[in-house]
């Protein structure tokens, strides 16, 4: 006879965050908040299109990289766990966007679209310095930071989402990817950081 092993509640538990960790990857939020803000333009339809060049530059372009930097054995995973990498990879990620803003100054985007992409460059120059001393969370900095702009967008009402950002917080634990704190520290300075930039471009 064969003996089966059943999963314990600790396997179900990283089975839970390892979902969350993926599913909420700063990748995938990037897209949604991207779609988002572009359906809010005035015309929908361009909005959208706008979106699009907002993903090809801020997550399309970056994930590309991440792969090729997994195939080639320059980090382990497509969140880039160790530290120092991350320090590699950021510069990249803000080449990228910035080229994706200069596209968008080129071919006069609407407003809203460029501080979107202008936000998301901010607040990568704000955890890359932090980033060479203190692992701080990339996931809770990119999920606060589109709620905040996606607040702006719509209205205050989509802070009632904001549990998201604690359950992504508990998933980077949970995996031993981050503290508590550095998890805190992502969430604050990527809601105040897009926040502030997104805003101060719309005024």
């Known amino acids: 006879m064969t003996s089966t092993t059943l999963p314990t509640p600790q396997d179900n538990e990283n089975r839970t965050a390892r979902l969350i960790t993926d ?5 995938n939020v ?4 991207s779609l988002g803000v572009g ?3 005035d015309n929908p339809a361009t909005g959208l299109l706008w979106a699009l060049e907002a993903i090809l530059f801020a997550a399309a372009m970056p994930m590309a990289y991440i792969k090729y930097g997994m195939r080639t054995g320059m980090w382990a995973d497509r969140h880039v766990g160790q530290r120092q990498r991350r320090l590699l990879l950021i510069p990249v990620i803000m080449a990228s966007v ?4 200069g ?9 809203p679209m460029l ?7 901010a607040t990568l ?10 692992k701080i969370s990339v996931h809770t900095a990119v999920a606060g930071g589109a709620l905040a702009m996606l607040a702006l967008t719509y209205g205050p009402l989509v802070w009632i989402a904001a549990p998201l950002i604690a359950v992504i917080a508990w998933s980077r634990i949970s995996l031993r990817d981050h503290t508590l704190a550095q998890t805190i520290a992502g969430a604050a300075a990527g809601t105040v950081t897009a926040g502030l930039v997104f805003a101060a471009l719309n005024g």
């Open 98 to 101: 910035g080229a994706g803003i």
């Open 39 to 41: 359906a809010a333009q």
């Open 103 to 111: 596209g968008m100054l080129w071919l006069d985007a609407p407003r």
């Open 125 to 134: 120059a704000v955890l890359l310095p932090v980033t060479a001393f203190w």
């Open 23 to 27: 599913g909420m990857e700063p990748r």
């Open 115 to 121: 501080a979107l992409v202008v936000a998301m460059l």
């Open 30 to 33: 990037i897209v949604l908040v």
